[in-house]
């Protein structure tokens, strides 16, 4: 029979069919189900005891007789239904259980998904033998919730909540309802139960009335008051809260496994010592939940890395445990203690705390003498086949894979010794991994000291070999790595069982991209050495380091983690997310100050006095707590030369000679008098005339300003690449660094009012109209140097 007359008879529509095909791994498991109950021998039934899951049953799916040859007809839609929701849910390694399952399902003992739920449940938590007393007990077999027990128990529950009913009528959501009954009448049929609720929901409030018939909306004016009237009882810093979704938050709604039920998860190997070593793990942590975040020490993190750091971090906080900061330190000849120190400030600098620091090397002695037990179980052996051998899709097979187990023992040894030259020889492991990869390295030579251990060792494990096995050693319950590892994770159950050691279970996400840049240490490389960019902290760079110091505080991105979620995709994404994210925090953190980035000077000549006068700003409107700082007035001032039109334009509510406009947070209008001009023609200055705001000459707008001004260097960036994705051949074909953008940083001569005085490096502040900047380490007590970290939202009515 084929594949797709299999998969009718579960029921399926020819539309669900092919969608099905399409998962080769799940069409094998239906098949299978197809199969199963088509057995030739019909069993009707079988003596209550124990069921050992490698018996196959014949059943009857579709309430009548099953001839010899197999079922001819589809099942009735419930059986259908059931039979493909175990196969989505029931994972590998309990397979040898389907039989069971599907004789129950079929013959209509089990009948519903809570039963089927509880059956798949009942398995995951017993080994071989099924015992099917116990069984039919907790999976409900032969339970029926009669109609009268129904109305029972609706009867109770609705009568707690009564008075809520009858207040909000049939606006009342009864899903919490449906909740509470499924607790006390786990096996009673949900229509059923839901048919009762509507019924004692209509004795008790009649007929709906033409009121009950509306759908409450909210309008636009109906969210304005409320946001109105809860203003203030809240402050902006609250209300930001109530906002945002930290990850820690996030990742409290994530299913992954219960610590110690590793078992359960899909695709974990279980072995005869499975149960012995998650006990013994369960009695080291408690039951603790143990992540890692397990970086290598040859560069700085980028923003990919930022998500890493989140989730791993993220989900033991969410859940009270702790997360170890390990560097994967197996690659001596490229790791310097510069990285070591970034990458450890870069976790701190982002909120978080390691457990515990340690390194893969620390393991060395342990991953070697588990390397001799591989050798010694034929598992591994020593190879000779140069590296550039192993290179490309289909390598050759090792000529050395069967060499005697005493051999492989003795020249592993002399790799330990070093009596080989580096790529002489390496030890493999006898595994193919699901990308087709065979043998990978374990083990190679490198005649490098290492940070840490000097030169003790000269033998160094491959990150394959080491990172399961070091999971496994600090007793890590959740081991969350990116989407390309998915390949391996077979890999690494295997070698965690192969040495009889606790196996973690292996998550995966998918990795974070990010648009108009890139993040490859080589590449970043290239970009400092011909010169594109000053450093790995340039603030044109996605480095952590490269975003602190343009700006971006911790706190957004971390936010911007959360609202990527945690699914198995890639995804690349505009800077313009992650911008928003900052622009978010920094409205509701920064202090405002004025600064103007082209000066146009000028002179009031109506001032009163020669002395200054001070003026109050708030550092954040509509924030008190935030409180105020004090700027002078003078009869100099500067303003933005954009800020000023000499001749008339429509639209444009700023300064003109026909046109005044106000000074911000002075009160203070000013009427152009008069323009100067340089001896070229170009204005030089304006002379003004000042008067206080009233209803009379209230202007268009409001323009910022400074006097008394600090002089200051502003650096201005854009993208650092042209095209959204810079290594793409087919868009970019001579190179991503044909596709700089040589205006990316401009350089400005700036003036800024006195409150910015005595700032110190990534202090960040608003420059009201322009945008959010923080101070770069560059500065000096003579001059500030700021950088743009990101513009105001857009506000294309401004003119």
């Not at 109950?37 to 049953?57: D, F, K, Q």
């Not at 065979?438 to 000097?454: E, S």
């Not at 700006?551 to 936010?559: K, L, R, T, V, Y």
């Amino acid at each position: 029979m084929e594949v797709t007359e299999k998969l009718r008879l579960l029921g399926l529509s020819e539309q669900k069919v092919m969608e099905t095909e399409k998962n080769e791994t799940l069409t094998a498991v239906l098949t299978n189900i197809v199969d199963q109950v088509s057995i030739a021998a019909r069993v009707t039934s079988r003596p209550p005891g124990e069921y050992s899951g490698s018996h196959l049953i014949q059943v009857n799916i579709t309430g009548h007789n099953v001839p010899q040859a197999g079922v001819s007809a589809p099942v009735n839609k419930n059986v259908g239904n059931l039979l493909y929701h175990l196969a989505t849910k029931l994972p590998r390694q309990f397979h040898s259980h389907l039989p069971l399952l599907v004789e129950y399902v079929a013959d209509g003992r089990i009948d519903q998904e809570a039963k089927l739920t509880a059956a798949i449940k009942f398995v995951q938590d017993h080994k071989a033998e099924v015992n099917r007393a116990a069984f039919e007990k907790q999976c409900g077999v032969g339970v029926v919730v009669s109609q009268d027990e129904v109305e029972a128990a609706v009867a109770r529950v609705m009568k707690k909540h009564k008075d809520v009913i009858e207040k909000q009528r049939y606006q009342y959501n009864t899903g919490p309802l449906m909740g509470q009954l499924r607790a006390v009448l786990p096996w009673a049929e949900s229509r059923k139960v839901k048919e009762e609720i509507d019924l004692k929901i209509l004795t008790l409030l009649g007929p709906k009335k033409e009121e009950d018939l509306v759908k409450p909306s909210k309008t636009k004016g109906e969210k304005k008051e409320k946001k109105v009237d809860a203003a203030p009882s809240s402050t902006p810093a609250e209300q930001a809260e109530k906002r945002s979704l930290t990850m820690a938050e996030f990742l409290r709604t994530v299913n992954f496994h219960a610590t110690g039920e590793n078992y359960k998860t899909d695709g974990y190997v279980i072995t005869d010592k499975t149960h012995d070593l998650l006990k013994e793990h369960l009695k080291t942590t408690g039951g603790q939940v143990r992540t890692r975040f397990p970086p290598e020490p040859n560069g700085i993190l980028h923003i990919g890395h930022a998500k890493a750091i989140n989730i791993n971090f993220g989900y033991a906080a969410a859940n009270n445990g702790v997360c170890f900061l390990r560097y994967d330190d197996t690659n001596p000849e490229k790791e310097e203690e510069k990285f070591f120190v970034g990458i450890r400030d870069m976790v701190e600098w982002l909120g978080y705390k390691p457990y515990k620091i340690t390194h893969s090397s620390d393991y060395f002695t342990q991953l070697y003498e588990w390397a001799v037990v591989l050798v010694k179980k034929g598992l591994a052996y020593v190879c000779h086949q140069r590296p550039e051998e192993l290179r490309g899709h289909d390598p050759p097979l090792s000529p050395w894979r069967d060499r005697p187990v005493d051999e492989s023992l003795q020249l592993f040894e002399d790799m330990k010794k070093g009596k080989f030259d580096e790529g002489e020889a390496t030890l493999r492991l006898k595994l193919t991994l699901e990308e087709g990869k065979v043998d990978p390295v374990a083990y190679r030579i490198k005649y490098v000291a290492h940070h840490c251990t000097g030169d003790q060792w000269c033998v160094y494990p491959t990150y394959d070999y080491t990172h399961c096995l070091c999971d496994s050693l600090e007793n890590i319950s959740h081991s969350l790595c990116t989407k390309e590892f998915q390949a391996r994770r077979s890999s690494y159950y295997w070698l965690c069982n192969a040495v009889d050691t606790y196996c973690p279970v292996q998550w995966e996400y998918g990795r974070l991209n990010m648009n108009y840049t890139v993040v490859s240490k080589r590449k970043i490389g290239k970009l400092i050495s011909e010169g594109h960019v000053r450093d790995w902290d340039d603030p044109r760079l996605f480095t952590l380091t490269a975003l602190r110091r343009r700006g971006f505080p911790a706190e957004a991105i971390n936010n911007f983690c959360a609202t990527l979620g945690l699914t198995g995709a890639q995804i690349s994404i505009h800077p313009d997310a992650l911008e928003a994210c900052v622009r978010d925090v920094l409205n509701l953190s920064a202090p405002r100050a004025m600064a103007v980035l082209e000066p146009l000077r000028i002179v009031i000549t109506n001032y009163p006095g020669d002395s200054a006068i001070p003026v109050t700003v708030p550092n954040v409107p509509g924030n008190d707590e935030k409180g105020t700082h004090t700027v002078p007035f003078h009869k100099e001032i500067w303003i933005e030369r954009s800020d000023f039109r000499e001749k008339e334009e429509k639209g444009y509510r700023r300064l003109m000679p026909q046109q005044s406009v106000g000074l911000r947070h002075c009160g203070q209008v000013i009427r152009v008098a008069e323009v100067v001009r340089s001896k070229a023609g170009a204005v030089d200055y304006l002379k003004v005339t000042c008067e206080p705001v009233t209803e009379a000459n209230k202007p268009k707008a409001f323009i910022h300003w400074v006097a008394q001004p600090l002089k200051c260097e502003v650096r201005l960036y854009d993208k650092l690449f042209r095209h959204e994705c810079p290594e793409d051949p087919s868009v970019v074909p001579d190179g991503f660094l044909s596709d700089t953008n040589p205006d990316s940083m401009t350089v400005l001569d700036c003036l800024a009012d006195a409150s910015v005085k005595g700032a110190k490096a990534y202090d960040k502040f608003q420059f009201e109209r322009i945008g959010f900047f923080s101070v770069d380490p560059d500065s000096t007590a003579d001059c500030l140097v700021f950088n743009r970290t990101v513009g105001l939202k857009e506000d294309k009515g401004k003119n």
